[in-house]
């Protein structure tokens, strides 16, 4: 059995930790004055532009290969909908529900990529939506479903990853660098779209004029994004996929703990046990055959 590279693990515990403290930028840009969406569009427009600067050849591959702009499409989305759950809903309930996203990466991958649903897939699914409906449950409303908009933006979000994990691994065969720049041109133009259309429907405000305090922030997280996506394509490619998967939950403790800290969110119990059954959702995401595969 070969060793874990340290720095493998180190380069996804660094994308976690940014991940898990990005509500707080997107959070800091709402109060002042920029919607999440065109905070999302602005952040992502900048990493993109500092990714190119260093992989600009890769952008042509875009054009010539249409299932890289899908992967650009469902990056944008996810990086939308979580950035404006995570800026009006309440953090921990936001993470959680995202973090039902390898519930849809089971029924996905069989859907698109024909993978057969084994014993611990299907517990995977049970846990992790056993762990939803106990972190949603409030008596007075019955039926434990989503009951706000950041609510269902977070399930939103986390399906759209697991269709954006999907996608990637059709696009094994691409380097990681023509699907980091996939991803982050993806996240910059679709935000920026999205952001277009609902400002001229009138249900987004426009971003102008931008508030001169918001650049230097914008700025700060579209360099911590880049070094994000960076790192994730490192850990990704050097250790096994349930090692990264297990790792990468370290974004719930980030999120949580920051939130609880910051008077963000409400931990209640009913948030830890439900909380600790998505958690556990990706130890049994494989069968032992599958899970020796590397990433």
């Given at each position: 059995?070969?060793?874990?590279?340290?720095?493998?693990?180190?380069?996804?515990?660094?994308?976690?930790?940014?991940?898990?403290?990005?509500?707080?930028?997107?959070?800091?840009?709402?109060?002042?004055?920029?919607?999440?969406?065109?905070?999302?569009?602005?952040?992502?427009?900048?990493?993109?532009?500092?990714?190119?600067?260093?992989?600009?050849?890769?952008?042509?591959?875009?054009?010539?290969?249409?299932?890289?702009?899908?992967?650009?499409?469902?990056?944008?989305?996810?990086?939308?909908?979580?950035?404006?759950?995570?800026?009006?809903?309440?953090?921990?309930?936001?993470?959680?529900?995202?973090?039902?996203?390898?519930?849809?990466?089971?029924?996905?991958?069989?859907?698109?990529?024909?993978?057969?649903?084994?014993?611990?897939?299907?517990?995977?699914?049970?846990?992790?939506?056993?762990?939803?409906?106990?972190?949603?449950y409030q008596p007075r409303l019955g039926l434990p479903l989503p009951q706000s908009l950041p609510d269902w933006m977070a399930v939103a979000s986390g399906l759209l990853f697991?269709?954006?994990?999907?996608?990637?691994?059709?696009?094994?065969?691409?380097?990681?660098?023509?699907?980091?720049?996939?991803?982050?041109?993806?996240?910059?133009?679709?935000?920026?779209?999205?952001?277009?259309?609902?400002?001229?429907?009138?249900?987004?405000?426009?971003?102008?004029?931008?508030?001169?305090?918001?650049?230097?922030?914008?700025?700060?997280?579209?360099?911590?994004?880049?070094?994000?996506?960076?790192?994730?394509?490192?850990?990704?490619?050097?250790?096994?996929?349930?090692?990264?998967?297990?790792?990468?939950?370290?974004?719930?403790?980030?999120?949580?703990?920051?939130?609880?800290?910051?008077?963000?969110?409400?931990?209640?119990?009913?948030?830890?046990?439900?909380?600790?059954?998505?958690?556990?959702?990706?130890?049994?995401?494989?069968?032992?055959?599958?899970?020796?595969?590397?990433?």
């Amino acid at each position: 059995m070969q060793p874990i590279p340290k720095s493998a693990v180190a380069a996804l515990l660094l994308n976690t930790f940014i991940w898990g403290l990005s509500w707080t930028g997107t959070r800091a840009l709402e109060g002042m004055g920029l919607h999440p969406l065109w905070a999302t569009a602005a952040i992502f427009s900048g990493c993109a532009l500092l990714l190119l600067t260093l992989r600009h050849r890769e952008l042509p591959l875009l054009w010539r290969h249409p299932a890289l702009l899908g992967v650009g499409l469902a990056t944008g989305l996810t990086n939308a909908s979580f950035n404006m759950a995570v800026a009006y809903g309440d953090v921990v309930r936001v993470i959680l529900l995202f973090y039902l996203m390898p519930v849809w990466t089971v029924i996905l991958a069989r859907l698109v990529l024909h993978e057969a649903i084994t014993p611990r897939s299907l517990a995977r699914v049970a846990l992790g939506l056993g762990g939803a409906f106990i972190v949603l449950y409030q008596p007075r409303l019955g039926l434990p479903l989503p009951q706000s908009l950041p609510d269902w933006m977070a399930v939103a979000s986390g399906l759209l990853f697991a269709v954006t994990n999907v996608l990637l691994r059709r696009l094994h065969g691409f380097s990681d660098g023509t699907r980091a720049v996939a991803m982050l041109v993806g996240s910059g133009v679709f935000a920026s779209l999205l952001g277009v259309v609902l400002s001229a429907a009138g249900m987004v405000a426009w971003p102008l004029p931008l508030p001169m305090a918001a650049v230097p922030v914008v700025a700060l997280w579209a360099v911590l994004f880049l070094v994000s996506n960076l790192s994730l394509q490192y850990g990704v490619a050097r250790l096994p996929a349930n090692i990264a998967a297990v790792i990468m939950l370290a974004e719930i403790l980030v999120a949580t703990f920051s939130a609880w800290m910051l008077g963000a969110a409400e931990l209640r119990p009913q948030d830890l046990i439900g909380g600790v059954l998505i958690i556990a959702a990706p130890w049994i995401v494989r069968d032992r055959r599958v899970a020796a595969q590397p990433a």
